[in-house]
């Protein structure tokens, strides 16, 4: 499970998974202060927020 933003949000959404036994291998997020949160490494985000990209995020049982 990859999530996007390092906020307050992910930090609940970290303890949810973490709960219910799921993995997440990194986050990515716009604040290259933010290196880490609950032992799991955050990325910089690549996007520039001019990009008009769009996302789509799934999750795949294993």
């Given amino acids: 499970m990859i999530l996007f933003g390092a906020?307050?949000?992910?930090?609940?959404?970290?303890?949810i998974f973490k709960k219910n036994g799921v993995v997440v291998s990194c986050i990515y997020d716009d604040d290259p202060k933010v290196t880490e949160i609950f032992s799991v490494p955050v990325h910089i985000n690549s996007l520039k927020s001019d990009e008009k990209e769009e996302a789509v995020i799934f999750n795949r049982k294993q």
């Fill in 7 to 15: 906020s307050g949000h992910a930090m609940v959404i970290l303890d």
